[in-house]
């Protein structure tokens, strides 16, 4: 078995004539977390919308769990259970309880018994500090609670790698870090983790290494500690420089 959770190897997306991925190679071995940082725009989310089978993309190849998702022969929605997706927006079905959004993949996919599928999410809830909120629906709960959930949903796949998608960019200041302590939690048991973030805190104290984009290419990629306190690039000095003290 390979040891990478993620391989991508000369990967090209385009809008139309717009060139938003440009060559991106990376690796990511199992248990690494990776942040993702860079301005809005430079091509951050549509990587990782790739990784996942979300975008399509115009050439290179991408082997999530060693299996090859850029294979047209291979089914992308067996390869999407090994994988977590947490999103901007939480993305809950707002006529279910929380409890019934989680139970529903275990349910329909994993084919659990109502009683299994239960058991197991309230041990998620559990997890993510919400297992007072099970007959709740997504409208009575925080935007912070809403994304509790949704990461308690993606790990009821038992998924082997997790992305998030700048997590906590749509909740209010107070309820961020509820969220950042639940990733850290995931983070210190070992998750394969890739994070496109704007909180430099969270890519400079938890992960092994960032990964700075710029226009749809990767220009920086080391430990946070060369990152942020030994920036090479002029385009990486001059980005933390506009939101922190380098």
């Excluded at 998750?191 to 104290?205: L, Q, S």
């Amino acid at each position: 078995m390979s040891r990478w959770a993620i391989e991508v190897n000369g990967l090209n997306k385009f809008f139309n004539t717009n060139h938003v991925l440009k060559n991106i190679d990376i690796r990511v071995p199992f248990g690494e977390v990776v942040s993702i940082i860079g301005a809005s725009g430079s091509g951050k989310s549509t990587f990782l919308r790739c990784l996942n089978g979300i975008e399509t993309i115009h050439s290179g190849e991408i082997i999530i769990n060693g299996v090859a998702i850029t294979d047209n022969k291979v089914n992308i929605n067996i390869v999407r259970q090994s994988i977590g997706m947490i999103f901007q927006n939480f993305n809950l079905f707002p006529h279910m309880t929380v409890l019934s959004n989680i139970t529903l993949a275990l349910q329909k996919v994993k084919r659990m018994s109502k009683a299994e599928s239960e058991k197991a999410s309230f041990r998620l809830l559990e997890k993510v500090g919400l297992e007072e909120k099970a007959e709740s629906f997504p409208i009575q709960l925080s935007g912070g609670q809403q994304q509790r959930v949704a990461i308690a949903r993606a790990l009821a796949m038992n998924p082997r790698v997790m992305m998030f998608d700048e997590p906590t960019s749509a909740l209010d200041p107070e309820t961020v870090n509820d969220v950042l302590d639940v990733m850290k939690e995931l983070a210190l048991e070992g998750m394969t983790m890739v994070v496109v973030t704007h909180e430099m805190g969270f890519a400079r104290e938890v992960a092994d290494r960032v990964v700075y984009i710029d226009e749809g290419r990767i220009i920086e990629d080391g430990k946070p500690e060369d990152i942020f306190y030994n920036p090479k690039n002029p385009r990486l000095r001059d980005f933390l420089g506009k939101i922190i003290n380098v």
